[in-house]
């Protein structure tokens, strides 16, 4: 597969989606589609669509469409998601529990070994199954279990050093949920979920309609 | 105040950052700071920084910088935090009762007043403080609380028809974690945090530094 390192991150973050509309087709029975359909769709244009997925070598078949569950496999393999990751995830508290409960991630290729936490009413207990554990152990179990993400779910103040020990371990990829900027390496990943900028986008946006 | 209504979604999803950094940098005492030290902190250039606050009418003065207080609240009153919201949450599951629980909303003016469920064994139980009720009653609570927000965390075949009955008793924004697209009426905001679509981009870029 051609790959083209210059992705722009406005076509890598519509790649999920992409993914996300061709699971469901394919889940309701659609084999084929045309990008104008897929554009009825998703909101992109066609030509959007044509062009993004050209970024990875195009997959469409002029006069044919697309094929929704090749397209759709070949999608998840361009993401990363034929693989299986092993993540833990740092703070038990109610963001990190959710998080550990969701199976979705699970049947994605995201495996759960654990979560890590300071609080010790809450260490050796288990959340969806996965023993939390003190988070002074969180090195040494990134060693012994070759871990790839963590997840950072700690109040704001924790984040950096947990980051630093996961990354001082190999960990490559850091899923955010700390409401802080993390500073890491060039080879190590960083994604922020900022749930409180989400909703502050959401109230701006309220705001800005009322007004009008 | 000026506003300016054709300001683009890259500035707007940039105020609640401003407002994160300004909050901390007031929180730890500072109280005055230059678009180029601000510029070192946010990773935004200096220049954007002027052009997106211009967007607004400009709050800094040559020579002095900004009033970080003094910007934090009126970025605050832009986003709309100097208001309070009545929100309801649909779905008590692991993520609704993750946001029930979380108590930076409510200090944001966010007020959750009730999550609703289909689940017989969850309706009546309480999650951070708030009922757990039947969803039968959700378009009735919200006539009677005058429900402005409503977080959508159902699985996603529910999400639409959740949406409906909000949408049909006057709720104008929607912060929807559900793994779908939500149409409505031009007159209300949705605004989806799709986890999964983060989590994906994540190993994408993963997998992007381990080939080069």
Redesign the interface.
């Given at each position: 597969m051609q790959?083209n390192?210059n992705i722009s991150m406005a076509v890598?973050?519509r790649?999920?989606?992409y993914?996300?509309y061709l699971s469901d087709l394919s889940e309701k029975g659609v084999n084929r589609i045309s990008s104008k359909e897929l554009s009825q769709i998703t909101?992109f244009t066609a030509s959007q669509i044509r062009q993004d997925l050209n970024n990875f070598g195009g997959f469409g078949q002029q006069g044919y469409g697309y094929n929704v569950s090749g397209l759709r496999d070949a999608i998840a393999s361009?993401?990363?998601?034929d693989k299986r990751?092993r993540v833990v995830i740092a703070g038990a508290g109610?963001?990190g529990?959710?998080?550990a409960?969701?199976t979705?991630?699970h049947s994605?290729g995201?495996e759960v070994l654990a979560l890590f936490d300071t609080q010790e009413e809450l260490v050796g207990k288990e959340v969806g199954g996965k023993p939390i554990r003190d988070i002074r152990e969180l090195g040494t179990f990134i060693d012994d279990h070759r871990v790839?993400?963590i997840v950072i779910s700690t109040p704001k103040h924790a984040a950096q050093g947990i980051a630093d020990i996961a990354v001082s371990r190999g960990v490559?990829?850091i899923?955010n949920y700390a409401?802080?900027?993390i500073r890491v390496p060039e080879?190590v990943?960083v994604?922020n979920?900022?749930?409180?900028?989400?909703?502050?986008?959401?109230?701006?946006?309220?705001?800005?309609?009322?007004?009008?």
């Open positions: 790959r390192s890598i973050r790649l999920p989606k993914f996300r909101g361009i993401i990363g998601l990751y109610n963001m529990s959710a998080i409960n969701y979705g991630f994605s995201f790839e993400i490559k990829g899923w409401p802080v900027d080879d990943v994604e979920v900022h749930l409180n900028e989400s909703l502050f986008t959401l109230s701006y946006l309220m705001k800005e309609k009322e007004n009008i």
